[in-house]
């Protein structure tokens, strides 16, 4: 039995989805092609690659429906994953690549059972630990895009931005006082 399932699984990955893209909003287009240090994504870039964070366990639980990686030709996926990132794109079609496909992994989500959830996974030989839950490995993509954000909260203020979320937090302790 879970005490968390495939609906909270949904409505936590759009909370962290919704702030992601309330970022993403609020950068302006023109940082977009802006990279925060030699060899790093730019902040499209960066934005592009959360907005494909869930691909990868999507392709192995939804669409493969895999119980381990044997076979995964890992390499050629990342090779995918890394020429869709540098495709050109305007600040709106992130935009609508982070809501689109956010919203069609939270009700893929929402429609997971506990028993689906708690199937055992595999992990490739020599790693600890040996298996995962598909719960444990579906939870990663939140945890990855809240990694993201963290990079992208200081980028903003880099440019010189109050994140949304420390504005909030400001808005609630000056109520308080």
Known sequence: MNYYNGTDLARAFRTVRSNTIQIATELPEEKYNWAPAPDTRTLGQLLVHIAMGPGF??????????????????????????????????????????????????????????????????????????????????????EHEMHHRGQLMLIERLLGQTPHLTRRMQERMAQRT
Do not use: C, S, Y
């Not at 995918?80 to 069609?104: C, F, H, N, S």
């Not at 030989?125 to 719960?135: E, H, L, V």
């Open 57 to 142: 366990q999507e392709h192995v639980h939804r669409h493969q429906k895999r119980t381990n990686f044997e076979g995964l030709d890992f390499p050629a996926l990342m090779q995918q994953v890394w020429a869709e990132e540098r495709k050109p794109r305007t600040k709106a079609e992130i935009i609508q690549k982070l809501t689109a496909d956010g919203e069609d992994f939270a009700a893929w989500l929402e429609t997971l059972d506990d028993r689906f959830l708690a199937e055992p996974f595999a992990m490739p030989p020599g790693q600890t630990p040996a298996t995962k839950t598909r719960f444990e490995m579906l939870l990663g993509v939140k």
